[in-house]
């Protein structure tokens, strides 16, 4: 040893002592589910003494492998957050006010009971029972369907039905969280509209696997922010034309013949005839033999035949004679027919989409080389749905994931419907490369499920018969009165938005105010901020909230009970508030009955447990609601005798409530023994075998079962088996949606259930069974010369679905939201950066500070959403950047169009008129520059003040001091 | 004033942080800052944290800018950076030769900069000498702190062999952060650094810094693919409307 290395290993020595290298972490370690936003990744907990230490990724876990996002980690400060209410609370001063008293559990509870037991024995639908974005949707919606009242919905007609409506009536599944890309084999992505979504850590892990492995990755955004921000190329297409976009690059793809015609014949509707008989009450409707089978014409026997036989010899291009004379198509030749027209060539939707004809042209030549050039073989033999033997996998590595961009326009479920054609016809459907379905998807396209609520449905003291939401395939699954005027309080399954697979929540406040279709007495809302950002229109939204009728001097919506976790803007607007657990105090359940957590390998779901005592008066808002249904008698939730059914409250009601015999909240360990996977009888202990393997069940699918799920026979064998399907037929996926059709023949005037003449033109413009592009001020008249700009929002990865702002490591990343705009725009209004703007819409103005970028659509200004909050809302100082430099777009945009002369002078929601989802991307404004005097945002409102119970905000915080004392 | 090591570490431990799939997201920062609140440097504080001037100490901070014109990587015209920024661990640290006190030091061992708090009296001097920006001064406990590599969990025995990793590295979804020995030339760390040409920052100054960063990779091709290509009309083989359709199907 030498002297210096020596003298080194002395000062090694030494540093060893100014450091303990391994001190104790945590002397309890719990597993449980994220719940800091809607992708549910399980999480290891670690407690000390019983207090929040850390919290990490579950390496184990199928969603997240170990990772978690800034709100994921930020979930310490959410369960400590001052904002967190403590008591129930009865409203003392006028609604809005935000002056309460604190009431005990019983007071509350019985008041509650003493306004819903009354409309349940006269008319159910008087109470309208709408809930957030809880996830808790298999017993609210069952709930509601016990009480027996239609009007119960959650977030998704606000947030994402046309990517769930177009996908399961197409592919019979969804992007949404419904399905990913096979980011392993994936040569070449396309992302429409996704800033941080759904997903967002499976997203993000998979974008660096796709970059790992040299894949292209196309993001096509306004924006550049994020994900889009290490794209190989960012086409700032114009907010609402992706649509037009896609079907140039469909046009390009059939005009070079660059489709996969065997997947076409083989698991597409593409070889169905169609009928074409203008005037007759079939016509367009798929030409059917005696036994209701789809016909397609077989070109080596040359006879029409059933589509759905196997080894035929499928045409897809030649109009024939039907078995009855008149003329038959294929739906392939139909939408060659219509996307090789020249209004479709990049030439002719260039200016509208933003981009050049030059780069659609060179994306369509780039999927055809990645789908044709570069096809994946897996050598894995595989059966398919008619039982033969196929030795390979064989895909084409084209995947395409899409979301909020494109789901909240207008025209968002046409355009949705466009990009799975586009996946369709690229034969990139559930294959090696492609977009792969999460398990229990797919299913039928559509499911069979059909919505109760009809009429004769409702009935006083008596549960709804069905669920309330579900999938028409026609008029007469609509929920319309005789009159055809809507059944629902938010027009949901009405003429105004046949397919409003998820409700239409965004219309409950303003149809109640205005007591469209009827008044309602109670509105029940759960995790709704629906006084602030999760409503349209917010500054009018409240006025209704709180406006009284005249005569009377009664509020106009008479009860508002709310039940929340946290000292939100909407708990003012109410008059009774359940205050709610952190999902780190309850048990919880992410359902394959509701939103389940699989991947494309294997079907998963997962549990919440407590892993912190509740030392505040408040209850999980699962058992609160379970607690009503008991004291209402209703019948599911009480045995014979009146009793509570499930007395071990939520934890009871997650192991032994059975929907249908055999199917259950959870799947895993399912029957006495907890052998049983899927189905099987309840077992009492499933819940600590859930707890036992870290919170969540995941059964990983066979090779031979991971691919081609919807034709596969070892997959759908399993998905039978697990109850995910009634059937095992195969799932054939529909390029022409018969139902569109359906509903545009009744507005032709076929059949005994019309629609009133004012819906018959939008009916027959927008139900195309091929999908369509139109430009959303289609349906929302704005006219483009008064308002040149786009206006959008996007949630930030730091802050996405995360339930406020209130938390305080997170708000430190997003203070405040600044209105961004482009250089041409800046220097067309003579704004500086750092300066101030006002941004009109039709409806309305609001004044923000700018931040030049470069990264945006010309004809695009932008802002982070949800980051503004209300003075004094979320236990936030009155005068925090939130509320003083934070705005939301929401203000300026309407929840209901103008009056239209063609509707009668009727109203109808800004919304895709098809399924009713809310349309608040196409929101158009100008701007013009502001003076900087006042440098707060506008509108200004009044500062709410705290409620009783809520302990005062600290103005330091030492988090974790105690544990470093004990070093 | 303080002395460095007499001669480099026999381990070289940092990060290596990729720019081409940082996608701005904080979850390293913000887990980064839970892992540390509670931690070596316990706590991180958080001051007015629900008010108007809220602010907190922070070992690891994503910036977020735009750059215009040709930078490399994938678009021409400009590109958004997400740039996170923690300390550097240089082997030349000036933060520790103007340490008065011998808070601060670098470890012998691996050549982590570590601030002993017991021995900083708050003097701010090593701030003002790192040229990274990477110090964070508790103005509540009158202390300097700063990014540990996660001393007390690299080496901590309490934790599975796996997650002896940094906070951030282990937290990251798109798997942009990377931890080893820079000294071992088959450390994950070191071939990434040789097969994406890593680079560290500010060399011209001289300091050694062991972080490297990852630049954006070139833009990923499809085939040899030049601009402006686009696809030929499909031969009319068959004659008529979808003559290239010239074959039979079978289901």
Known sequence: MTIAEDAAGADAAKDAERVDLSPEVSDEIKYTTCYMCACRCGIKVHL?????RYIEGNKNHPVNRGVLCAKGSAGIMQHHSPARLSQPLLRVGERGSGEFKAIEWEEALELAISWLAPIRAEDPRKLAFFTGRDQSQALTGWWASQFGTPNHAAHGGFCSVNMAAAGLYSIGGSFWEFGEPDWEHCRYFMMFGVAEDHDSNPIKTGLAKLKENGAKYVAVNPVRTGYAAIADQWLAVTPGSDGLLVLALVHELLRAGKVDLDYLARYTNAPWLVIEDPGAD???LFARDGDGNPLCWDSTRNAAVNALEADIAPSLKD????????????VFHLLAERYLDGQYGPDAVADQTGLSAETIRTIAAELAHAAFEEEVVLDIPWTDWAGRRQEQMIGRPVAIHAMRGISAHANGFQTCRSLHLLQMLLGSIDVPGGFRYKPPFPKPAPPGLKPAGKPGDVVPGTPLGGPPLGFPQGPEDLLVEADGGPCRIDHAFSWEAPMSAHGMMHTVIANAHRGDPYPVDTLFMYMANMAWNSSMNTTETMAMLTDKDPDSGEYKIPHIIYADAFYSETVAYADLIFPDTTYLERWDCVSMLDRPISNADGPADAIRQPVLETLRDVRPFQDVLLDLGVRLGLP????????????????????NHERAPGVGSLAGWRGADGEDHGTGAPNPNQLDRYIENECFWYDELAPEARYFKHGNRAYLDYAVKMGFIGHGDPIVLQLYTEALQRFRLAARGVGELQPPDKHRKRIERFFDPLPIWYPPSAVDGTAAEDYPLHAISQRPAAMYHSWGSQNAWLRQIHTANRLYISEAVAKEQGIEDDGWAYLESRHGRIKAQVRIMAGVNDHTVWTWNAIGKRSGAWNLAADAPEAQKGFLLNHLIEDLLPPDSQNGGGRLANADPITGQAAWFDLRVRISKAPADAAITEPEFKTLPLPPGVRPRPTILRYGARFGEDR | MTSLPKSPSPKRLG???????????????VNCKEWNTAGYHAPLPDTDPYGKDVDGVWLNRVHGFETTGDTGGNNKDGRTVYFPRSCLHCEDA?????????ASYKRTEDGIVLVEEDKCIGCKLCSWACPYGAREFDSDGGVMKKCTLCIDRIYNENLDADERQPACVNACPARARHFGDFNDPNSAVAKLTAARGGVELMPELGLKPTNRYLP???????????????LDDAPTTGGGFLGWIDRTLSR
Do not use: F, K, N, Q
């Open chain 1, 48 to 52: 000390r003494d019983g207090e929040l």
């Open chain 1, 319 to 330: 109009r024939v004679t039907l078995p009855d004379g008149r003329a038959g198509v294929p």
């Open chain 2, 94 to 102: 000036p933060c520790v030769t103007v340490c008065p006190t011998g």
């Open chain 2, 216 to 230: 954006p990779r070139p833009a990923a091709t499809v085939g040899a693919m030049a601009d402006g290509a686009s």
């Open chain 1, 636 to 655: 599911g939730l009480v045995d014979d005798t009146g009793a509570a059914r499930y007395p071990g409250g939520y934890p009871d009601y997650l192991a």
């Open chain 2, 15 to 29: 990060l290596v942080i990729d720019l081409d799939t940082c996608v701005g997201c904080h979850a390293c920062a």
């Open chain 1, 282 to 284: 079939d016509d367009g």
